[in-house]
């Protein structure tokens, strides 16, 4: 029986046991070390002199025999006298074969030695050998000793000529095999090593081995691919005459050599240059096939522009390469080559020559750039993964994660298409009109503004805690009659000093708050005023915390209150996409992109600038002014929830990450390096983006019973838009929002796990927010007991 094919090399270590001995015989001479040449296959090998170990408890005529036929043999020899001896001498010298006494098991029990030896890792390629007692009557079985770990047996024989043919008999049998398995080990490094993806598969395609190089360029890990018979994974784009051209060659033993399509864990095929060599195994039949397998490249560069685009980025190298999220949306010139008559040539080059020399060259481009030097000195993995790199970049998807099938998660996608896409075009002549073209005035029963000392008590009542995250707004909706927006935001704003920043009287801002909240829709279950008021409390409460404050400016603080009050004045009820399939004035307006963030920004300065009484903005200084306009713009047009990703993404990267990476260095107490990257203008605008985003959607990190009553008002406006969808023929962006089958726990577990919990947490990461954490993780474990009942309601049925 042969031992494991792979071996772990141990030193040497000179430590001589006192029970082991240097076997010698008077009368012979002791051979000198001589390197003996072994041919296996292609492979030269070198075969040093054989080290025997005996184990006998004494001497007698069987280990002397053995003694005298190593050294007739030309083999150094040991002798160990007790199996503790024996493991030293064999961990020290690592002998290719080992003669273990099992005749007389009152002195040691060798099926217990010979387990021992086999638990030290460098044993898997020694051959032991058991000497057995000659048998008084039937044969007996072999089997324990194999079990033990026992290579063969030798029925004791005295005989000298008998113990060297036996020993010429393993060493150019068993010993010698098992050295050719040893210098297999030289031959995985190297595959390992290998900058090409190599594979070996069994004669029925079930991968045998695969290197590191392929694990980069495929994606899996060599363990999912081993555990079980996995067959070779196989694209849809090969055609089938190739897939039968190559299983013909490697049937008939011939090498297969050309174009193949390879298919990725991902799912995506790329196409890579194969060469496919069968490989004789057990009964002189095909076993095995080994590809060696290189990804098709753009590397047709001359080497003039590459030097010329690395010199370019030498300075810029260090400062890419510790981004990791980059976008490949531009066109590198410098590949590219005319194919036109001469005169166009040149009228090509001279074109590209000019687009070259210009300054205006984006940082994405310069990204490209690097990448495409780097790949020409960078060894095999590095360049495959920088094609890979290349690729993604390909997308203008950068922040959006991959989401599963339709059929894994509906609740999911249906949230993704309706909140994240701009719907599906429609060649229909049907238009969808909002129902209020027409801009609200101020109700005639409001015409007289109220003064913050002149609220009503049970108003006033409602609204004192306000600063509380736990605030009812529900309450204050109430008491308010559905006007909840004037008297918070009248509140809000003066707590904040807005009207002194503005420069503006009281009696303009009360004005401009009816106004904005005129133009909200009441008949909206959930996009009305009192979600506006919501956002504004929310706004408001972010804008008290330490970070918060350290991080913006009065100016920041002034536009937050104001985004927040306008990001959804006159919506419809109806999601973008709803308004982009129904070809709304508005989605063509605005190019189906952004439609009601750019509607909503836009209708707020129309609406304050139209009239002085209500213009808050009026005796601001004309720079002041544009900055504010541009901030509260900046924001109401980051509530749109196609960039998400992209937001949370560059808030993390840009500001949770390095001050991460300043605490972990102990330097949080620096509060020079933390205020630079509080208050640098580009993190300025991303902590106002990110702080409007979690207002705008903070409801699942409300106190229970708000939570609750949010998911209902929200889902009855989905399941309103699904009707009309329906009746108008309309494409149905979100299925599973049908009122008669639609389970509203399932749709607030799909919302948080996409969308809530990594924008909470890393906006608590920031700004320091337990408590809406444990609302959202006691509102989270809510939804999923809804969910487990197979419940589909807000609430479970009463007891």
């Known amino acids: 029986m042969m031992g494991c094919a792979s071996s772990i090399h141990i030193s040497d270590r000179v430590n001589h046991s006192e029970d082991s001995q240097n076997c010698s015989h008077p009368g012979h001479i002791k051979p000198q070390s001589t390197l003996t040449e072994v041919q296996f296959g292609p492979m030269k090998l070198y075969e040093d002199q054989l080290q025997v170990l005996l184990v006998f408890a004494k001497d007698d005529a069987q280990s002397n025999s053995f003694c005298w036929a190593c050294e007739r043999a030309g083999f150094r020899c040991n002798v160990s006298r007790t199996p503790e001896a024996a493991l030293e001498s064999f961990q020290e010298k690592n002998h290719d074969l080992i003669i273990i006494d099992h005749r007389h098991s009152r002195c040691f029990d060798a099926e217990a030695l010979c387990r021992s030896i086999r638990g030290i890792s460098c044993s898997h390629n020694t051959v032991i050998v058991a000497v057995?007692?000659?048998?008084?009557?039937?044969?007996?079985?072999?089997?324990?000793?194999?079990?033990?770990g026992f290579n063969r047996r030798y029925v004791e024989n005295p005989n000298m000529m008998s113990c060297y043919n036996e020993l010429l008999q393993l060493h150019h049998g068993e010993i010698r095999a098992q050295i050719k398995l040893r210098a297999c080990n030289a031959v995985f490094t190297a595959l390992e090593q290998s900058q090409e993806a190599i594979e070996i598969s069994s004669e029925d395609h079930i991968i045998q081995y695969v290197n590191p190089a392929y694990e980069c360029i495929m994606g899996y890990q060599r363990e999912e691919l081993l555990k079980e018979n996995t067959e070779v994974p196989k694209s849809e784009k090969n055609k089938p005459d190739l897939l039968e051209n190559i299983s013909s060659c490697i049937r008939r033993g011939k090498e297969w050599q050309g174009v193949y399509y390879a298919k990725k864990k991902n799912g995506d095929s790329v196409q890579q240059n194969v060469k496919m060599t069968p490989v004789v195994g057990q009964g002189g039949k095909i076993r095995h096939c080994v590809s060696v397998t290189r990804p098709l490249n753009d590397h047709n560069k001359t080497e003039k522009c590459c030097e010329r685009v690395q010199a370019e980025s030498q300075t810029d190298i260090q400062q890419f390469s510790k981004h990791k999220d980059r976008r490949k949306g531009s066109l590198d010139v410098r590949s590219t080559t005319s194919r036109g008559s001469d005169g166009s040539s040149q009228r090509r080059h001279s074109s590209m020559a000019r687009i070259h020399s210009m300054t205006i060259e984006a940082p994405i481009t310069k990204v490209i750039n690097i990448i495409n030097a780097a790949q020409e000195s960078?060894?095999?993995?590095?360049?495959?993964?920088?094609d890979r790199v290349l690729e993604i970049l390909r997308t203008t998807e950068l922040y959006s994660p991959q989401l599963g099938t339709k059929e894994e998660d509906p609740h999911t996608n249906d949230l993704v298409g309706g909140l994240m896409t701009d719907g599906l075009r429609r060649s229909s002549g049907n238009e969808y009109i909002l129902a209020t073209?027409?801009?609200?005035?101020?109700?005639?029963?409001?015409?007289?503004?109220?003064?913050?000392?002149d609220i009503p008590p049970c108003i006033a009542q409602t609204m004192e805690n306000e600063e509380s995250w736990d605030f009812d707004i529900f309450n204050l909706e109430s008491a308010t009659v559905k006007r909840p927006l004037s008297y918070l935001g009248l509140k809000i704003f003066s707590r904040f000093g807005v009207c002194e920043f503005l420069s503006c009287p009281e009696t303009t801002l009360r004005s401009w708050l009816q106004i904005i909240e005129a133009n909200y829709h009441s008949s909206n279950s959930y996009h009305n005023s009192t979600h506006a008021a919501d956002v504004l409390h929310a706004t408001a409460y972010f804008l008290c915390k330490d970070r918060v404050k350290q991080s913006l400016d009065p100016i920041d603080e002034v536009a937050a209150l104001i985004a927040a009050a306008v990001h959804d004045v006159d919506h419809p009820g109806r999601t973008n996409s709803f308004l982009c399939n129904a070809g709304s004035e508005l989605a063509v307006l605005y190019n189906d992109t952004a439609v009601l963030e750019s509607h909503h920004a836009a209708l707020a300065f129309q609406i304050t600038t139209r009239d002085d009484k209500c213009n808050i903005f009026k005796n601001m200084e004309r720079n002041e002014y544009r900055t504010l306009r541009q901030a509260v713009i900046d924001m109401v047009l980051a509530t749109?929830?196609?960039?998400?990703?992209?937001?949370?993404n560059k808030f993390v990267n840009s500001i949770n990450k390095p001050l991460a990476a300043l605490e972990e260095n102990g330097d949080s107490s620096d509060e020079d390096s933390v205020q630079n990257i509080l208050t640098a203008p580009e993190n300025r605008i991303l902590v106002k983006r990110m702080l409007i985003k979690c207002a705008d959607i903070?409801?699942?990190c409300r106190p229970l019973e708000l939570c609750i009553e949010w998911a209902g008002r929200i889902s009855e406006e989905y399941f309103a838009q699904t009707d009309e969808e329906k009746q108008q023929g309309l494409p149905v962006v979100m299925p599973v929002f049908d009122r008669n089958t639609c389970s509203i726990p399932k749709s607030q577990i799909s919302f948080i796990d996409y969308f809530i919990t990594d924008m909470f947490d890393a906006w608590d990461?920031?700004?320091d927010l337990p408590n809406l954490m444990q609302h959202l993780d006691n509102n989270f474990r809510y939804w999923?007991?809804?969910?487990?009942?197979?419940?589909?309601?807000?609430?479970p049925p009463p007891e």
């Open 132 to 148: 057995v007692k000659r048998p008084d009557r039937e044969e007996a079985t072999v089997m324990p000793l194999i079990s033990a």
């Open 378 to 386: 960078s060894p095999m993995p590095v360049a495959e993964a920088l």
């Open 437 to 453: 073209k027409q801009l609200h005035h101020i109700p005639g029963h409001l015409t007289t503004p109220l003064s913050l000392s």
């Open 640 to 648: 749109e929830m196609t960039k998400h990703f992209e937001h949370v």
């Open 698 to 700: 903070s409801n699942p």
């Open 765 to 767: 990461a920031f700004a």
């Open 784 to 795: 999923k007991s809804l969910d487990e009942k197979k419940l589909h309601s807000l609430r």
